[in-house]
């Protein structure tokens, strides 16, 4: 079995200082990975990097970046706007501050449905209800027009695990 997820000898420095150093992950389809380490030690840049989120002064560099077949490092910005958001998302500690505190978390779920899924309507607005009745989101139905400081951390976190 091929692999779903392969990076080869990624690097990732901020003016000339190493932020992560040539790592080497492998997912394959179904496979679950987790990746650990101490505050600082560059697990968010490395994910990061992956989805092409480095501004400079970030410079990345790898030797093999690609995910179901496509070279993330040779792909058009088309291209990698169509995997990363729908099939590659990072989920942040911190909730509160991804989520866009002007909009309804119902809102936010339904613009990433209808970006990567293309959902409309009545069926959109079904799908968001679903998303947030998975990760567990107690009364789904008035949360969903809820803003994010009405929510606790726990739910904001959750709104986000259900975009991704």
Same mark, same amino acid.
């Given at each position: 079995m091929s692999d779903l997820l392969t990076i080869r000898n990624l690097a990732v420095s901020f003016n000339g200082l190493p932020a992560v150093d040539r790592i080497d992950i492998s997912v394959k389809p179904g496979e679950v990975v987790g990746v650990v #380490?101490? @505050?600082g030690s560059g697990k968010s840049v490395t994910m990061?990097?992956?989805m092409g989120l480095i501004d400079a002064p970030g410079i990345v560099t790898a030797d093999q970046v690609t995910f179901n077949g496509v070279d993330l490092l040779k792909a @058009?910005?088309?291209q990698r706007r169509k995997i990363i958001g729908k099939d590659i998302a990072m989920?942040?500690?911190?909730a509160l501050s991804s989520l866009n505190p @002007?909009?309804?978390v119902g809102y936010q779920i339904k613009e990433v449905l209808k970006l990567h899924e293309g959902l409309r309507g009545?069926?959109?607005h079904q799908r968001a209800l679903e998303l947030l009745d998975q990760? #567990?989101?107690?009364d789904a139905k008035s949360r969903i027009d809820a803003f994010p400081h009405q929510m606790s951390g726990g739910m904001n976190q959750r709104v986000m695990i259900a975009m991704a």
């Open positions: #380490g101490e @505050s990061m990097a992956l @058009s910005a088309r989920v942040f500690q911190d @002007s909009y309804t009545a069926k959109l990760v #567990g989101i107690p």
